[in-house]
Nanobody
Framework: QVQLVESGGGLVQAGGSLRLSCAAS????????MGWYRQTPGKERELVAF???????NYADSVKGRFTISGDNAKNTVYLQMNSLKPEDTAVYYC??????????????WGQGTQVTVSS
């Protein structure tokens, strides 16, 4: 089995910064990609940022220039540096990982989510 554990959420003033982290552990052969999604009540979960094994990245238009995603392969960890935060960034942020397990199965895993609240 594989587990994802997020950390780094919290309350911050508009214009401030937070860094989220997500560590994957378990029966991992390799990680193909990891990313961050966010969700607020009444909205569907949306992509924030995604990084692939070759280090290519994708960002939502709303966070380009403000957020940076990066990974540490040795630690099976992905980070999301969030700068110039806005109230509209308030959401539960979920880590996602596409993982090849030691059994040879590729599966999408989700973390439990971490709350980010940005005050005006």
């Amino acid at each position: 089995q594989v587990q994802l554990v997020e950390s780094g959420g919290g309350l911050v003033q508009a214009g401030g910064s937070l860094r989220l982290s997500c560590a994957a552990s378990g029966s991992i052969a390799s990680i193909n990609a990891m990313g961050w999604y966010r969700q607020t009540p009444g909205k569907e979960r949306e992509l924030v940022a995604f990084i692939r094994k070759g280090d290519s990245t994708n960002y939502a238009d709303s966070v380009k220039g403000r957020f940076t995603i990066s990974g540490d392969n040795a630690k099976n960890t992905v980070y999301l540096q969030m700068n110039s935060l806005k109230p509209e960034d308030t959401a539960v942020y979920y880590c996602n990982a596409n993982i090849l397990t030691l059994r040879g199965t590729i599966y999408e895993y989700w973390g439990q989510g971490t709350q980010v609240t940005v005050s005006s």
